[in-house]
C-alpha cells in the first residue's frame, strides 16, 4: 500500500473519533440538560402545589385530632426524599387531652413522605414518617384519663368534614433524637427513655378503627434510659439500651407476641419470646427472657439506683447464666409472676474500686415476686457464694423475704485484705494493707427495725471482728489499727483494745456502743434520729488533733489550696456540714486520759476528764489540764453546725501569759500581742465565739466577759502608750513594770470595753477606763497625778522598773482623753470635764455591771463537774479617790496593796 492510501485511512480514523467524541459530548449536555430541568421543574411544582399539599395535610390531621396541630411552617419539597415527595412540618405541637401544661407532642419537625409521580398524578398517600428533635409526654392520671386520646372516633367526626384524597397510610416511621416521658400515676410509673434513632416498619395506622386487621411491625431503637422510676425505688438511671426484632400484631383482638426480639442492656444481649395481650380482667404476659453470655455488670443495671451506682460496677468473667419468666395477668390487684435466676461457674469478678479480682467464685440467685398479690411473699436469695481474695476464702450468704419491708437473713465469715478493698471506703482513702478478720457474722430481721431505734432490739444481729495490722492512708494521714476486737451481741457492740495509730497520735479505745445498724442505714437526711449512743474511755499518750480532725474533715488544706478560687469556699462549706452531719449520730460520753495534747499552737498536757457528745454538741466538762506553764479547768460546748459557735468556761491559774497569747495566736487581733505583755495570769473567763461557713471569725458576734489578775508584769513597746512621750521618759513608755492588775472587762459588737482601774507602774501611776475597737478605733479616759508626772520627767531613768509610789496627797490631778484610730490620726486632749464624769460612772456603775454579767455567765455552766468560782466586785480603794494639793516629797509613802 502507497504511503498516501496510509496517510487518507489515518485521516479517516480521526475523523471518525473526533464524530464519536462529539455525539458523547452531545449526549452528555443533552442528560445533564434533562437533569437540570427536571430538577427545575421540581422545584417549581414543589412551589406551584406546596400550600395546597401542605395545607390539605395539617387540615386532614385536624379534622381527626381532638386538639389542633399548630406549626410555624409547612413546606413541600421533591428532592430530598427523592424518588419520594416529602412534607415537612416544622416546629409542631400537639396538645394533649386532659388540660396538661406539657405538649404531647414537642419537634423540630415532622416529615410524611409519600410518591412523587403519585403526587403528581393527585393521588396523595403517605406512607413514611419523620419525628426529629423534641418530647413526646405521656401521662396517665390516678383516674386512668389519658393525655394522647387525641383522634377522634368515627361519631365524633362531623358530617361536614368534607373527605379528600390524601390518605395516611403509614408503613414506616422513624424517629430521632426524640425524648419520650411516660408518667403513669395510678401505677406510679415515670419512665424517661431518649431515642436517639429508632424505625419501625410494618402495616400500621394510628386509628384502631381503620386498621382493625392483623400485620407484622419490624422495629430496632437505640435508647438512653434517664431513669424508670416505680413507686419510690429508681433503676436503670443513666442507662444504654436497644432492641431489634419483629412484633406481631393483632390490634382488633389487642394481641402482640414476640419471637426472638433481642434486648441490649449496655452491651449485654437478652432473646425474649412469648406474648402480651388483653383479657377481661387486665393485661396477660407470657414472656421468656434468657441469655448465654450474660455479663454481671449488665444485670447490676436492673437494681435499683441507690445500689447501682456501687454494685452495678460488678464485672463477671466465666459461664454467667441467665433465665427469667413472666407469666400471669396484671390488674390493679394482681401482678403477674415474675421469676429470675442467674449464676456464676468457677469465674472472676471484678470492680474498679477494687485491686485485682475475686476468683474462683462460684454463686446462684433465684428472685421471685411470690404470687404477684402480697408483697412479702418475693424472695430473693443468694445461695453459696464462694469466692477467694488475695487467696482468703469468703463465704456469704443472703436471704430476703419481702419487698416493702423485707426481711433479711444474712451470714459471712472470711478475711478481708485491706489492699484490695480499701477504694470502697471513699476517694479520701488512698492506700490500704492488713486484714479485717470476720467470724460467723449472723444477721435476722425486717429492715425497718433495723432503721429503728425504737426496734432495734427485734433485730439478732451476732459475730467478732478483729484488725491485724490494718493500715488505710485517709486524706494522706497514714492510719493504724494494729489490734482490736469488735464483738457484736445483738444490737450491743463491744469495743476492746482498739489501738489507733498515725505519725502524731496514739489512742487506745474501750466501751460498749449500741444502735449502730440504725446509724449505717440511715439516710441523708437522718430522718429516723439515729443514734450511737456509747460509754467509752480513751487513753493517749500523743494526740495531735490537726491531724485527726483531716482524717475525718473531709477536705483537706492542701486539697482547698489546690482547687480553683471560685471552688475553695464551697469545699469549706462542705467540710463543715459534713463534721456536723457526723457528729449529729453521736450521743454519749468519752473518760479521756491525754498525755500530751496538741491543737495548733497550743500544746497541753495531763488531759483529763469527760468528753460528751450529743446533738451535734462536744461537751467538755471539769476537764483539767496542764497547759501555759500554768492549770487550766476548762468547761465547754463545741456545735458543730454550717455555721461552728463555741461556748467556753476557762478558770486559769498561774499562766505564762505571754504563752497564753501566742498559743491563742493573740485572739485574731494585733494590739496587745505576746510580744507586747509578759506576766502571770490568774483569770475566769467566759466566751462565745462564732464562725461564718467558711471558718472566718465573726468579729461582731464575739462576747468575752473576764475577771483577769496579772502579777509581775510587762508592757514591751506598746504603740498606744508612744503619745505619753511628751510627758514620761521614752525608754521607760518603752518597758513598763507594773506590780498587779486586776481588773473585769468584756468584748462585746466588736468592742473591748475596759472599765476603770487603778495601774501602778514604773512609768506612772494612772485610772484608765474606756473602749477600743477591732477596726482600731479608741476611745480612753485617764486621771493622772500631775505632781508625780512632773517630780518624774526631771528624775534619771529607772532602769529597774521599780514601780512609782502611790501618795495620798499631791498637787493636782489631770484628766485626760484619748480618741481616734491607732493607725491613722489618734488625739490627747487634756482637761475635758466629761472624762471625770466617765471615770466616775465606769466606777461606780460599769464594774459592777461586768461584775453581775460575770456571775450570770458562770451561773450558766451547769456541769456538776465544774469548780464553782466565787467572784468578788472589785471594790474602790482610797487611793483611787481625787488627790489632794501635792506638798512636795514629804509625807508617808506607801505601795497599793490591792489591785
Same mark, same amino acid.
Given at each position: 500500500?502507497?504511503?498516501?492510501n496510509?496517510?487518507?485511512?489515518?485521516?479517516?480514523k480521526?475523523?471518525q473519533?473526533?464524530?464519536?467524541?462529539?455525539?458523547?459530548?452531545?449526549?452528555?449536555?443533552?442528560?445533564?440538560?434533562?437533569?437540570?430541568?427536571?430538577?427545575?421543574?421540581?422545584?417549581?411544582?414543589?412551589a406551584?402545589?406546596?400550600?395546597? *399539599?401542605?395545607g390539605?395535610?395539617?387540615?386532614?390531621l385536624?379534622?381527626?385530632?381532638?386538639?389542633?396541630?399548630?406549626v410555624?411552617?409547612?413546606?413541600?419539597s421533591?428532592?430530598?426524599?427523592?424518588?419520594?415527595?416529602?412534607?415537612?412540618l416544622?416546629?409542631?405541637?400537639i396538645?394533649?387531652?386532659?388540660?396538661?401544661?406539657?405538649?404531647?407532642? &414537642?419537634? /423540630?419537625?415532622?416529615?410524611?413522605?409519600?410518591?412523587?409521580?403519585?403526587?403528581?398524578m393527585?393521588?396523595?398517600?403517605?406512607?413514611?414518617?419523620?419525628?426529629?428533635?423534641?418530647?413526646?409526654?405521656?401521662y396517665? %392520671?390516678?383516674?386512668?384519663?389519658?393525655?394522647?386520646?387525641?383522634?377522634?372516633?368515627?361519631?365524633?367526626?362531623?358530617?361536614?368534614?368534607?373527605?379528600?384524597?390524601?390518605?395516611?397510610?403509614?408503613?414506616?416511621?422513624?424517629?430521632?433524637?426524640?425524648?419520650?416521658?411516660?408518667?403513669?400515676?395510678?401505677?406510679? +410509673?415515670?419512665?424517661?427513655?431518649?431515642?436517639?434513632?429508632? %424505625?419501625?416498619?410494618?402495616?400500621?395506622?394510628?386509628? $384502631?378503627?381503620?386498621?382493625?386487621?392483623?400485620?407484622?411491625?419490624?422495629?430496632?431503637?437505640?435508647? !438512653?434510659?434517664?431513669?424508670?422510676?416505680?413507686g419510690e425505688t429508681?433503676?436503670?438511671?443513666?442507662?444504654?439500651?436497644?432492641?431489634?426484632?419483629?412484633?406481631?400484631?393483632?390490634?382488633?383482638?389487642?394481641?402482640?407476641?414476640?419471637?426472638?426480639?433481642k434486648? +441490649?442492656?449496655?452491651g449485654?444481649?437478652?432473646?425474649?419470646?412469648?406474648?402480651?395481650?388483653?383479657?377481661?380482667?387486665?393485661?396477660?404476659?407470657?414472656?421468656?427472657?434468657?441469655? /448465654?453470655?450474660a455479663?454481671?455488670?449488665?444485670?447490676?443495671?436492673?437494681i435499683?439506683?441507690?445500689?447501682?451506682?456501687?454494685?452495678?460496677?460488678?464485672?463477671?468473667?466465666?459461664?454467667?447464666?441467665?433465665?427469667?419468666?413472666?407469666?400471669?395477668?396484671?390488674?390493679k390487684?394482681?401482678?403477674?409472676?415474675?421469676?429470675?435466676?442467674?449464676?456464676?461457674?468457677?469465674?472472676?469478678i471484678?470492680?474498679?474500686?477494687?485491686?485485682?479480682?475475686?476468683?474462683n467464685? $462460684?454463686?446462684?440467685?433465684?428472685?421471685?415476686?411470690?404470687?404477684?398479690?402480697?408483697?412479702?411473699?418475693?424472695?430473693?436469695?443468694?445461695?453459696g457464694?464462694?469466692?477467694?481474695?488475695?487467696?482468703?476464702?469468703?463465704?456469704?450468704?443472703w436471704?430476703?423475704?419481702?419487698?416493702?419491708?423485707?426481711?433479711?437473713?444474712?451470714?459471712?465469715?472470711?478475711?478481708?485484705?485491706?489492699?484490695a478493698?480499701?477504694?470502697f471506703?471513699?476517694?479520701?482513702?488512698?492506700?490500704?494493707?492488713?486484714? *479485717?478478720?470476720?467470724?460467723?457474722?449472723?444477721?435476722?430481721?425486717?429492715? /425497718?427495725?433495723?432503721?429503728s431505734?425504737?426496734?432495734?432490739?427485734?433485730?439478732?444481729?451476732?459475730?467478732l471482728?478483729?484488725?491485724?495490722?490494718?493500715?488505710?492512708?485517709?486524706?494522706n494521714?497514714?492510719?493504724?489499727?494494729?489490734?482490736?476486737?469488735?464483738?457484736?451481741?445483738?444490737?450491743?457492740?463491744?469495743?476492746?483494745?482498739?489501738?489507733?495509730?498515725?505519725?502524731?497520735?496514739?489512742?487506745?479505745?474501750?466501751? &460498749?456502743?449500741?444502735?449502730?445498724?440504725?446509724?449505717?442505714?440511715?439516710?441523708?437526711?437522718?430522718?429516723?434520729?439515729?443514734?450511737?449512743?456509747?460509754?467509752?474511755?480513751?487513753?493517749?499518750?500523743k494526740? %495531735?488533733?490537726?491531724?485527726?480532725?483531716?482524717?475525718?474533715?473531709?477536705?483537706?488544706?492542701?486539697?482547698?489550696e489546690?482547687?480553683a478560687?471560685?471552688?475553695q469556699?464551697?469545699?469549706?462549706?462542705e467540710?463543715?456540714?459534713?463534721?456536723?452531719?457526723?457528729?449529729?449520730?453521736?450521743?454519749?460520753?468519752?473518760?479521756?486520759?491525754?498525755?500530751?495534747l496538741?491543737?495548733?499552737?497550743?500544746?497541753?498536757?495531763?488531759f483529763n476528764?469527760?468528753? @460528751?457528745?450529743?446533738?451535734?454538741?462536744?461537751?467538755?466538762?471539769?476537764?483539767?489540764?496542764?497547759?501555759? &506553764?500554768?492549770?487550766?479547768?476548762?468547761?465547754?460546748?463545741?456545735?458543730?453546725?454550717?455555721?461552728?459557735?463555741? @461556748?467556753?468556761?476557762?478558770?486559769? $491559774?498561774?499562766?505564762?501569759?505571754?504563752?497564753f497569747?501566742?498559743?491563742?495566736?493573740?485572739?485574731?487581733?494585733?494590739?496587745?500581742?505576746?510580744?507586747?505583755?509578759?506576766?502571770?495570769?490568774?483569770?475566769?473567763?467566759?466566751?462565745?465565739?462564732?464562725?461564718?461557713?467558711?471558718? $472566718?471569725?465573726?468579729?461582731?458576734?464575739?462576747?468575752?466577759?473576764?475577771?483577769?489578775?496579772?502579777?509581775?508584769?510587762?508592757?514591751?513597746?506598746? /504603740?498606744?502608750?508612744?503619745?505619753?512621750?511628751?510627758?514620761?521618759?521614752?525608754?521607760?513608755?518603752?518597758?513598763?513594770?507594773?506590780?498587779?492588775?486586776?481588773?473585769?472587762?468584756? *468584748?462585746?459588737h466588736?468592742? !473591748?470595753?475596759?472599765?476603770?482601774?487603778?495601774?501602778?507602774?514604773?512609768a506612772?501611776?494612772?485610772?484608765v477606763?474606756g473602749?477600743?475597737?477591732?477596726?482600731?478605733?479608741?476611745?480612753?479616759?485617764?486621771?493622772?497625778n500631775a505632781?508625780?508626772?512632773?517630780?518624774?520627767? !526631771?528624775k534619771?531613768?529607772?532602769?529597774?522598773?521599780?514601780?512609782?509610789?502611790?501618795?495620798?496627797?499631791?498637787?493636782?490631778?489631770?484628766?485626760?482623753?484619748?480618741m481616734?484610730?491607732?493607725?491613722?490620726?489618734?488625739?490627747?486632749?487634756?482637761?475635758?470635764?466629761?472624762?471625770?464624769? !466617765?471615770?466616775?460612772?465606769?466606777?461606780?456603775?460599769?464594774?459592777?455591771?461586768?461584775?453581775?454579767?460575770l456571775?450570770?455567765?458562770?451561773?450558766?455552766?451547769?456541769n456538776?463537774?465544774?469548780?464553782?468560782?466565787?467572784?468578788?466586785?472589785?471594790?474602790q480603794?482610797?487611793?483611787?479617790?481625787?488627790?489632794?494639793?501635792?506638798?512636795?516629797?514629804?509625807?508617808?509613802? @506607801?505601795?497599793?496593796?490591792?489591785?
Amino acid at each position: 500500500m502507497s504511503v498516501d492510501n496510509y496517510k487518507k485511512r489515518d485521516e479517516q480514523k480521526k475523523a471518525q473519533k473526533k464524530r464519536k467524541k462529539g455525539r458523547v459530548k452531545f449526549l452528555f449536555k443533552l442528560i445533564g440538560s434533562l437533569f437540570l430541568i427536571s430538577i427545575i421543574s421540581l422545584i417549581v411544582i414543589a412551589a406551584i402545589f406546596e400550600k395546597q *399539599i401542605a395545607g390539605m395535610v395539617i387540615n386532614t390531621l385536624n379534622k381527626q385530632l381532638k386538639t389542633d396541630l399548630q406549626v410555624s411552617e409547612a413546606s413541600l419539597s421533591l428532592i430530598w426524599k427523592f424518588p419520594q415527595a416529602a412534607v415537612y412540618l416544622n416546629d409542631a405541637k400537639i396538645d394533649g387531652v386532659g388540660g396538661q401544661e406539657e405538649k404531647l407532642l &414537642d419537634v /423540630k419537625s415532622i416529615s410524611l413522605q409519600c410518591g412523587t409521580l403519585g403526587l403528581l398524578m393527585g393521588d396523595y398517600n403517605f406512607t413514611s414518617i419523620s419525628i426529629n428533635e423534641g418530647s413526646l409526654f405521656i401521662y396517665s %392520671d390516678e383516674k386512668g384519663h389519658v393525655n394522647y386520646d387525641i383522634f377522634k372516633s368515627s361519631a365524633e367526626k362531623t358530617e361536614t368534614d368534607e373527605s379528600t384524597d390524601l390518605n395516611l397510610s403509614i408503613s414506616d416511621a422513624t424517629l430521632s433524637n426524640i425524648t419520650i416521658h411516660y408518667v403513669d400515676k395510678a401505677a406510679a +410509673y415515670d419512665i424517661k427513655v431518649r431515642a436517639s434513632s429508632a %424505625d419501625f416498619a410494618g402495616d400500621f395506622i394510628i386509628d $384502631n378503627e381503620v386498621n382493625a386487621n392483623q400485620h407484622t411491625m419490624t422495629s430496632y431503637a437505640e435508647l !438512653f434510659s434517664e431513669h424508670i422510676t416505680i413507686g419510690e425505688t429508681t433503676y436503670m438511671k443513666g442507662t444504654n439500651l436497644a432492641y431489634n426484632g419483629s412484633v406481631d400484631l393483632d390490634l382488633a383482638a389487642e394481641i402482640y407476641s414476640f419471637d426472638n426480639i433481642k434486648l +441490649y442492656i449496655e452491651g449485654n444481649q437478652f432473646n425474649m419470646h412469648g406474648s402480651v395481650k388483653k383479657v377481661d380482667k387486665g393485661t396477660e404476659y407470657n414472656l421468656l427472657f434468657d441469655s /448465654k453470655k450474660a455479663l454481671l455488670g449488665s444485670l447490676m443495671q436492673l437494681i435499683p439506683e441507690q445500689y447501682a451506682a456501687t454494685l452495678g460496677q460488678f464485672e463477671s468473667y466465666g459461664k454467667l447464666s441467665f433465665n427469667a419468666r413472666v407469666n400471669g395477668i396484671s390488674s390493679k390487684r394482681i401482678a403477674p409472676i415474675v421469676e429470675v435466676q442467674f449464676g456464676l461457674k468457677d469465674g472472676r469478678i471484678t470492680h474498679p474500686n477494687m485491686a485485682g479480682s475475686m476468683k474462683n467464685v $462460684n454463686f446462684d440467685v433465684h428472685f421471685t415476686n411470690g404470687n404477684g398479690i402480697d408483697d412479702q411473699t418475693a424472695k430473693l436469695k443468694l445461695i453459696g457464694f464462694q469466692a477467694n481474695l488475695n487467696n482468703q476464702p469468703i463465704n456469704l450468704s443472703w436471704e430476703m423475704v419481702g419487698l416493702e419491708n423485707p426481711t433479711i437473713t444474712m451470714g459471712l465469715d472470711g478475711k478481708i485484705p485491706l489492699d484490695a478493698v480499701y477504694g470502697f471506703f471513699g476517694n479520701t482513702v488512698t492506700e490500704g494493707s492488713g486484714w *479485717i478478720e470476720i467470724a460467723q457474722l449472723s444477721l435476722n430481721g425486717r429492715l /425497718k427495725d433495723m432503721t429503728s431505734m425504737y426496734r432495734i432490739p427485734r433485730v439478732k444481729l451476732n459475730g467478732l471482728v478483729n484488725f491485724n495490722q490494718a493500715h488505710l492512708l485517709v486524706n494522706n494521714v497514714p492510719t493504724n489499727i494494729e489490734t482490736g476486737e469488735l464483738s457484736l451481741d445483738n444490737n450491743a457492740f463491744n469495743v476492746t483494745n482498739l489501738t489507733f495509730k498515725t505519725a502524731k497520735s496514739d489512742m487506745v479505745f474501750n466501751g &460498749d456502743f449500741q444502735n449502730i445498724l440504725p446509724v449505717l442505714l440511715s439516710d441523708s437526711l437522718n430522718s429516723q434520729n439515729a443514734k450511737l449512743t456509747f460509754q467509752a474511755s480513751l487513753n493517749s499518750q500523743k494526740m %495531735d488533733l490537726d491531724e485527726l480532725l483531716a482524717i475525718g474533715g473531709g477536705h483537706t488544706a492542701e486539697e482547698i489550696e489546690a482547687a480553683a478560687v471560685e471552688d475553695q469556699d464551697s469545699l469549706k462549706q462542705e467540710n463543715f456540714e459534713r463534721r456536723a452531719y457526723r457528729t449529729s449520730f453521736l450521743k454519749g460520753t468519752f473518760i479521756t486520759n491525754i498525755v500530751e495534747l496538741q491543737y495548733g499552737n497550743v500544746l497541753a498536757k495531763n488531759f483529763n476528764g469527760a468528753v @460528751e457528745f450529743d446533738k451535734s454538741v462536744m461537751q467538755l466538762k471539769g476537764v483539767k489540764v496542764d497547759a501555759m &506553764d500554768g492549770l487550766f479547768e476548762l468547761n465547754s460546748k463545741i456545735y458543730f453546725e454550717k455555721e461552728p459557735r463555741l @461556748e467556753l468556761f476557762l478558770d486559769c $491559774n498561774n499562766i505564762d501569759i505571754q504563752e497564753f497569747l501566742a498559743q491563742l495566736d493573740n485572739f485574731g487581733q494585733d494590739v496587745l500581742t505576746a510580744e507586747h505583755l509578759r506576766g502571770r495570769l490568774k483569770s475566769l473567763i467566759k466566751v462565745n465565739l462564732f464562725l461564718d461557713s467558711l471558718g $472566718n471569725f465573726k468579729n461582731e458576734d464575739l462576747f468575752v466577759v473576764a475577771d483577769v489578775e496579772i502579777t509581775n508584769g510587762e508592757l514591751i513597746n506598746l /504603740k498606744m502608750l508612744e503619745g505619753f512621750s511628751s510627758f514620761i521618759k521614752m525608754r521607760d513608755l518603752q518597758h513598763i513594770a507594773f506590780t498587779k492588775l486586776k481588773n473585769q472587762f468584756k *468584748i462585746e459588737h466588736g468592742k !473591748f470595753i475596759l472599765p476603770a482601774m487603778f495601774i501602778q507602774s514604773n512609768a506612772l501611776n494612772l485610772v484608765v477606763g474606756g473602749q477600743y475597737s477591732f477596726n482600731h478605733d479608741l476611745d480612753f479616759k485617764i486621771k493622772i497625778n500631775a505632781g508625780q508626772v512632773i517630780a518624774n520627767k !526631771f528624775k534619771r531613768y529607772n532602769p529597774d522598773k521599780t514601780a512609782i509610789k502611790a501618795r495620798q496627797q499631791g498637787l493636782f490631778n489631770i484628766y485626760a482623753r484619748i480618741m481616734g484610730n491607732l493607725y491613722g490620726d489618734y488625739d490627747y486632749k487634756i482637761g475635758p470635764k466629761h472624762s471625770k464624769k !466617765f471615770l466616775d460612772a465606769q466606777l461606780s456603775q460599769e464594774l459592777p455591771a461586768i461584775t453581775n454579767t460575770l456571775r450570770a455567765e458562770f451561773a450558766k455552766n451547769n456541769n456538776i463537774e465544774a469548780s464553782q468560782p466565787t467572784i468578788q466586785p472589785l471594790a474602790q480603794p482610797k487611793e483611787w479617790e481625787d488627790i489632794p494639793e501635792y506638798n512636795g516629797e514629804e509625807g508617808d509613802l @506607801e505601795y497599793i496593796d490591792g489591785f
